[in-house]
């Protein structure tokens, strides 16, 4: 990487890749480490690794469409992989959903495996996820983009394609539950 390509804005490097594929690699380098980092504290290591590399595919696959006048792709990259992460936890709802249905287990490593080690976590960070549980998706999606990646609301509304006065909306009723379950503490 040359220091005029470090320079460069992604929307830039975005237009650049039309020509020259490789210039698309810079994105990953800049936002790989944040997304997958997004993704493990939504659905685990392992399954963020997955989310991650669909996130830059389907980045690349649409790049011809994004938007230049939005000179950071981190919000556009954001939505992507929200949107890859509901569609694994819908997924992984069917799965258990037949799980409980037919009494196969298809994983691997039996679900009970799993629930016992979930089960050992520390009691606050229980109680945190039960607060984001009680959550509806879309509240917990903007409440995690702003608390765990620090985007504006702007970035947010972006991301998820959505007014900024929705973002504002949906974080502040997702705070308020969110304190309701943890006891007036601010959810971080």
């Not at 998706?137 to 765990?148: I, P, T, Y």
């Not at 970035?155 to 502040?172: C, D, M």
């Given at each position: 990487?040359?220091?005029?390509t470090?320079?460069?804005?992604?929307?830039?490097?975005?237009?650049?890749?039309?020509?020259?594929?490789?210039?698309?690699?810079?994105?990953?380098?800049?936002?790989?480490?944040?997304?997958?980092?997004?993704?493990?504290?939504?659905?685990?290591?392992?399954?963020?690794?997955?989310?991650?590399?669909?996130?830059?595919?389907?980045?690349?696959?649409?790049?011809?469409?994004?938007?230049?006048?939005?000179?950071?792709?981190?919000?556009w990259?954001?939505?992507?992989?929200?949107?890859?992460?509901?569609?694994?936890?819908?997924?992984?709802?069917?799965?258990?959903r037949?799980?409980?249905?037919?009494?196969?287990?298809?994983?691997?490593?039996?679900?009970?495996?799993?629930?016992?080690?979930?089960?050992?976590?520390?009691?606050?960070?229980?109680?945190?996820?039960?607060?984001?549980?009680?959550?509806?998706?879309?509240?917990?999606?903007?409440?995690?983009?702003?608390?765990?990646?620090?985007?504006?609301?702007?970035?947010?509304?972006?991301?998820?394609?959505?007014?900024?006065?929705?973002?504002?909306?949906?974080?502040?009723?997702?705070?308020?539950?969110?304190?309701?379950?943890?006891?007036?503490?601010?959810?971080?």
């Amino acid at each position: 990487m040359t220091v005029e390509t470090a320079e460069l804005d992604d929307a830039e490097l975005i237009r650049r890749s039309a020509d020259d594929p490789e210039q698309f690699a810079l994105l990953f380098d800049r936002y790989a480490r944040q997304i997958h980092l997004y993704a493990a504290r939504r659905i685990g290591t392992q399954a963020a690794d997955d989310i991650v590399a669909e996130t830059f595919l389907a980045a690349f696959r649409r790049r011809g469409s994004y938007d230049p006048s939005y000179r950071l792709a981190r919000p556009w990259l954001y939505g992507i992989a929200t949107t890859l992460v509901a569609r694994h936890r819908r997924q992984e709802e069917r799965m258990l959903r037949a799980l409980a249905r037919t009494g196969v287990d298809p994983l691997p490593e039996p679900v009970a495996d799993v629930v016992v080690d979930r089960v050992a976590a520390g009691d606050r960070e229980r109680e945190l996820a039960g607060a984001l549980a009680s959550l509806s998706r879309g509240d917990r999606d903007v409440l995690l983009l702003v608390a765990w990646e620090e985007l504006s609301y702007e970035e947010v509304a972006q991301a998820l394609g959505i007014p900024v006065g929705t973002v504002r909306s949906r974080l502040h009723r997702a705070r308020r539950k969110a304190r309701a379950v943890l006891g007036d503490e601010e959810p971080e």
